[in-house]
């Protein structure tokens, strides 16, 4: 018997009493089992259904060669020299050069240059590349035609889209230093 004494006694015995003590009855755990009888008897609700969504629909930009809203608007001056609307559109057959790949607000007018009593002009790109243009040559996206060069700017003439089909003339100038106005 002295040695069940010595085991009752032992710090392992009481630890073992106290963790199976704890164990025992339900008391402890009632209110804990109400709680989940009542919250198991609410009645339960509907996951709403994921929402339909629409196929993604590409948009392509249509307005390229259309003024940029970041300009001011241009006023189309009167011009002697009126052609008939109907004989208005652009260069058949033209082939494209390296400047008309560039929107006239990208190009600058840096300088001019006379030679026998004729000017040219001194176009920057974008890319800061230095192009010489004459009378005749054409700028920009919408068949800028070079009409006249003087010592600080350089006339031409567009061809653009009325928006209904047709075709105007519309006059810009570059000025030295600037980009393209109206």
Aim: proline share 7%.
């Amino acid at each position: 018997m002295k040695r069940l004494s010595d085991f009752l006694r032992s710090p392992l015995f009481l630890l073992v009493w106290v963790g199976l003590s704890g164990c025992g009855g339900d008391n402890n755990v009632r209110d804990l089992r109400a709680y989940m009888n009542e919250v198991a008897a609410r009645p339960q609700g509907r996951v709403q259904p994921l929402p339909e969504f629409k196929p993604y629909e590409p948009f392509k930009y249509g307005a390229a060669n259309l003024r940029s809203p970041f300009q001011a608007p241009l006023e189309m001056p009167v011009r002697i020299d009126k052609v008939p609307a109907s004989q208005i559109r652009p260069p058949r057959d033209h082939v494209k050069g390296y400047l008309e790949g560039f929107n006239l607000v990208a190009l600058k007018l840096v300088g001019s240059i006379k030679i026998r009593g004729t000017y040219y002009g001194l176009i920057q790109d974008s890319d800061g590349l230095v192009h010489q243009v004459g009378v005749g040559s054409y700028l920009g996206t919408q068949w800028g035609r070079v009409e006249n060069i003087s010592e600080n700017q350089i006339e031409l003439v567009e061809v653009v889209s009325n928006g209904g089909g047709g075709w105007l003339l519309r006059p810009t100038t570059i000025e030295l230093n600037s980009a393209a106005e109206g």
